[in-house]
């Protein structure tokens, strides 16, 4: 991770740690750079953004930044992530931006930037992009007819939504699902293409007002979608997040189904297919290891990366796999998008539902769990208490406590001031008691708990 980039793009409170200004100097660079490699040609960069209401600040102030350049900016409005990659990589785009925090609150904000094949930015890029707004060497503006255009480019966000149609391979006709938008980006989205492929769809979290996305809805919290799909007697419920490159569901029993539970029963699916692919599927140290234990019963293999959707594409590019993603709902279906999609997502589920004719509780069913403990602590510097001697010391003591059958992940949030804490072993009050242990130690290190499973 860089000094502003993390694993998930650049991310802070808005006009805090991320502002306008700093926005204004990633479309500068953005705009000067890509005209550059196309050795002085105009450069066409797609900008996208969620429902916070700072994202407007960001949006003008990138599109200042890029046209002052001398490069276009081509605006898709509210839009999801994914749906930038997509325009990015199949309209012969330079790169795209999002503006989003995903799950954050939206207070957060942030800027993730796909290069031209809607891929994430690789690190020289944003290494470059670090080093221009720690003031860098000073760019040249446009003048005359070379300064930039903005554009507006709804259109691409409609080229998105028939090409989100045209991937399930039947109709969902007949069923009853119900949609947590999360007051994100998914608002505009998810309800017309569910509509559009035939279901009766149930609707909650679609009232953006700039203040409340990810606001007690959406993949963080369940609650509302668990209620709404035993309310109305619904097959199924999906909750997006903020920018919709997450999706976790809800069974018609009201039980939730995690990424985990979501690669399980689509590993499945997709051998019975032929669509699988020798690669297996990629998961993150994050997935409980039972998902792997399952996936081997199934004779598919399972590897395991460090946690950030951008790692997971990457192993699976490098084994040819076609299948991937996180517990936490980013799930990678690489035949038909270079990101975490969640409406993607949320369509091969349906489909899988669809042809096999099963509920998707009768589809996880074979997925085994290790009892699985999380927290969270927020720290004001990640780096220093993780060096912590008494820090060190309780990971080395809750590890033995968990003995050869377990195991603990302690690590810094790749876009939070937090230290996550996850142990695993086959008795759940012994993984409580090591994630105890360490939370004690980071707190006297200076933390304090924030968020505990």
Known sequence: ??????????????????????????????????????????????????TRRSS??????????????????????VTTTPSVSYIART??????VMISAS?????????????????????????????????????????????????????????YMAYLLSLSSCSFRGYRVGLDCANGSAWAISKAVFDALGAQVYITGAEPNGTNVNLGCGSTHLEKLKELVLREKLDVG?????????CLCVDERGKEVDGDGILYLCAKYLRSRGELGEGGVVATVMSNYGLTLSLRREEISCTLTQVGDRFVYEEMRRRSSL????????????KYAATGDGILTAVKVMEAMAESKSPLSIMTEGLY??????????????????????????????????????RLLVRASGTEPLVRILAESAEKEVCAQAVEEVARALCAAGGKVICAE
């Not at 105009?42 to 900008?47: F, M, N, Q, S």
């Not at 102030?61 to 276009?72: E, N, R, V």
């Not at 999906?238 to 997450?246: S, V």
């Not at 299948?323 to 690489?334: A, T």
């Open 1 to 50: 991770m860089g000094k502003y980039f993390g694993t998930d793009g650049f991310r802070g409170c808005a006009n805090v740690t991320l502002t306008a200004e700093q926005a204004f100097c990633v479309g500068r660079f953005l705009g000067w750079y890509y005209t550059q490699e196309k050795r002085g040609e105009r450069a066409k960069i797609v900008i996208g953004k969620d």
């Open 56 to 77: 407007y600040m960001f949006e003008y102030a990138l599109a200042a930044g890029i046209t002052c350049s001398g490069a276009d900016a081509y605006l898709l409005h």
């Open 91 to 96: 309209e012969q785009f330079d790169c795209g």
């Open 103 to 159: 799950h954050n609150p939206y207070t957060d904000n942030g800027i993730k930037i796909v290069n031209g094949e809607g891929e994430k930015a690789d690190d020289r890029v944003l290494s470059l992009i670090e080093e221009a707004l720690d003031g860098g060497e000073t760019l040249p503006r446009a003048t005359g007819d070379a300064i930039g255009r903005t554009v507006d480019y709804v259109a691409g966000r409609n080229r």
């Open 238 to 246: 999906f909750a997006f997040d903020g920018d919709a490159d997450r």
């Open 323 to 334: 299948l991937g993603g996180e517990q936490s709902g980013h799930v990678i279906f690489r």
């Open 369 to 406: 769990r290790l009892p699985q403990i999380h927290k969270n602590v927020a720290v004001a510097d990640k780096t220093s208490v993780l060096q912590d001697e008494r820090v060190k010391a309780a990971i080395f003591h809750a590890e033995k406590s968990l003995g050869a059958e377990g």
